[in-house]
């Protein structure tokens, strides 16, 4: 069988910008914001599987790259890796079927797993391409896109007052976006939270794709060819910058943390305030589940980062933002330095300036084995940790549909159904928040100890190990496109010429 792919394709809407999934082989996506049929570049497919299929650099793992191509003058979102079909419920790879339309069991917990040939269209897109796994197909896209096509039964109706007077108005799945009011005329927009109700947005989710043969062409410049610039260029400037801060011995060293995560419902930013293994999403309520892998390989890490570092960072297929910088635990409000506690304490420490209270503890079990020399965490929140709440006591909110008063407590989901009219009752911020405060990134601390001689020398024999693999690959590839070029000249020069040119070329001429 021939090389997998596993893509996640992002693009926007062309009439309001919002991210559209791209879930299979669709030659349209709809908007659920504004309901615009958006038409999807044959191009972009082109690009995103040439992207996958020629580049050499093999990711396994479950690692993915993210990267941002430019389609003509669309740029596009494009999440790739190189592991075969996976199920999304277990992650368990699925086994390899024929070349046929149909539901593939997963062998661990029996989810059903769509697998289908790719549409005609596609073949003379990208010829390479023989087989689709866990993706949407054209009639479900259809479907989609329109609204009289047979699908789920839509949500109940919501109950809203106009902004002009204060009638109380109806909204259903019918409804448009644009509407007006039935009793002032007052023309208004319906807020995104209900619309997203009554319009689901419809999720990323990854699919896979089987190539057959090699790639069509000759391959473009790769990653590695990158990388090995990198090393050429910006590595000694780097070692004779700032590498010996790396392994540098001493007291515990601290390190401030502010991570985020990515919301893999709606892509939003999750904030990581702590070593949390399920942060939720502030927006739209998931529950992110991280592998203690991925916290604990982070948290080595930044024992050996430099004085300051940011950007973005993926392991396991998690997608990361972080800043760290290298300074001792400090209050949020007053910036006054903390007092110590020795590794392995759990209790709370207080300012000695505002009397703040911040929580303190060791690493924790799940992480402990990945997490290297870090011992002590200070200022972060835990998995079993409730946000604070800013109103404890309960508040009264009409219904805009009776009038009748509710009662709203820190229980109360965010769409409340009225016990005397039965409809449901979207909260606004103002009442919603007051219970629910909106969370930030925040800054929080790890002791991350000292760096072991030892595996500062692993560190640096591995990375000098990967550079000469590295340096090997780049050989071996260019010695192959030269070949190549080779075989072309004799079709164009007399033999005796070629085979000069030729020997030129492969004794590292050029």
Not at 263 to 292: E, F, S
């Amino acid at each position: 069988m021939g090389p997998y792919a596993y893509l996640e394709i992002t693009r926007s809407c062309r009439k309001c910008g919002r991210p559209l999934p791209v879930n299979g082989p669709l030659e349209f996506v709809r908007c659920a914001a504004c309901s615009t049929v958006n038409p999807v570049p044959l191009g972009m497919f082109h690009q995103a599987f040439r992207v996958a299929h020629v580049n050499d650099e093999k990711i396994d793992g479950g690692n993915t790259r993210t990267q941002t191509p430019l389609d003509g003058t669309e740029v596009y979102k494009l999440t790739w890796g190189t592991h075969p079909p996976a199920c999304r419920s277990c992650r368990t790879p699925l086994a390899d079927p024929p070349a046929a339309a149909g539901t593939l069991p997963c062998p661990a917990c029996g989810a059903p797993c769509t697998t289908f040939a790719p549409p005609d269209w596609m073949k003379h897109v990208y010829p390479g391409v023989a087989q689709i796994y866990l993706g949407v197909q054209e009639e479900e896209a259809s479907r989609t896109a329109n609204p009289l096509a047979p699908g789920p039964s839509p949500a109940r109706p919501v109950a809203m007052r106009c902004g002009a007077c204060g009638g109380g108005l109806s909204v259903t799945a019918d409804t448009p976006l644009d509407h007006s009011c039935g009793f002032c005329g007052t023309a208004f927009r319906i807020p995104d939270e209900i619309w997203e109700r009554m319009h689901p947005v419809e999720a990323v989710q990854g699919w896979f794709v089987r190539f057959e043969g090699p790639p069509p062409g000759l391959a473009f410049p790769t990653s590695q060819e990158f990388r090995e610039r990198y090393e050429k260029h910006l590595r000694p400037l780097e070692d004779a910058d700032g590498r010996m801060n790396r392994t540098a011995q001493g007291p515990s060293r601290f390190v401030c943390c502010k991570l985020g995560n990515t919301c893999g419902t709606c892509k939003a930013r999750i904030p990581v305030n702590g070593p949390l293994l399920h942060p939720v999403c502030p927006t739209c309520g998931a529950v992110r589940d991280l592998p203690p892998q991925a916290l604990g390989h982070m948290l080595a890490w930044v024992a050996e980062t430099k004085p300051l570092s940011q950007g973005w960072m993926f392991h396991s297929g998690y997608h990361f933002t972080h800043k760290m910088t290298r300074v001792a635990p400090y209050c949020r409000r007053c910036e006054t330095d903390l007092p110590l506690v020795p590794p392995g304490t759990d209790s709370t420490i207080e300012c000695p300036k505002c009397s703040a209270t911040y929580a303190t503890f060791p690493v924790p079990a799940a992480i402990q084995p990945h997490a290297g020399a870090a011992r002590q965490i200070y200022c972060a929140d835990r998995d079993d940790d409730r946000p604070p709440l800013r109103e404890s006591a309960p508040v009264v909110h009409p219904c805009p549909s009776c009038g009748a008063d509710l009662t709203v407590d820190q229980e109360t989901g965010r769409v409340h159904r009225c016990a005397f009219c039965s409809n449901d009752v979207f909260l606004p911020d103002e009442v919603w928040h007051r219970f629910h405060p909106v969370t930030k990134i925040l800054p929080w601390f790890v002791d991350a100890g000292r760096v072991p001689p030892s595996a500062a020398a692993a560190r640096l024999a591995r990375e000098a190990a990967e550079r000469e693999k590295t340096a090997a690959q780049t050989r071996a590839k260019n010695t192959r496109h030269r070949i190549a070029f080779g075989l072309k000249l004799a079709g164009w020069l007399s033999v005796p010429a070629a085979l000069l040119i030729y020997a030129f070329l492969v004794r590292g001429g050029c």
